[in-house]
């Protein structure tokens, strides 16, 4: 299994940066994929998160109404889509891949998202 995330960069506040995460390795229409960031000093939290076919996306308080994850099965590449972006957002924001329920969870290496006029 493989995740590679990119997108990441330094971004004014109220800008947009999207990020993306190819997929290999893994049959990745079958999984659950997620956003997690995690700032200095504080725990991973959860960003977005979108179901392997059909359901609802779910999102953090703190981003919904920004943020927008999507997925393209036939690509491999879940992205997320951030707008109006503030300095709170800045983290390492991590790419995460899960069967379901109970199952091993997969991580990318992470991308930085700099948020800083």
């Known amino acids: 299994v493989q995740l590679v995330e990119s997108g990441g960069g330094l971004v004014q506040p109220g800008g947009s940066l999207r990020l993306s995460c190819a997929a290999s390795g893994f049959t990745f229409s079958s999984y659950a994929m997620s956003w997690y960031r995690q700032a200095p000093g504080k725990e991973r939290e959860l960003v977005a998160t979108?179901?392997?076919?059909?359901?609802?996306?779910n999102y953090g308080d703190s981003v919904k109404g920004r943020f927008t994850i999507s997925r393209d099965n036939a690509k491999n590449t879940v992205f997320l889509q951030m707008n109006s972006l503030k300095p709170e957002d800045t983290a390492v924001y991590y790419c995460?891949?899960?069967?379901?329920?109970?199952?091993?969870?997969?991580w990318g290496q992470g991308t930085q998202v700099t948020v800083s006029s």
């Open positions: 995460c891949a899960v069967r379901g329920v109970g199952y091993r969870r997969y």
């Open positions: 979108i179901p392997s076919v059909g359901g609802n996306t």
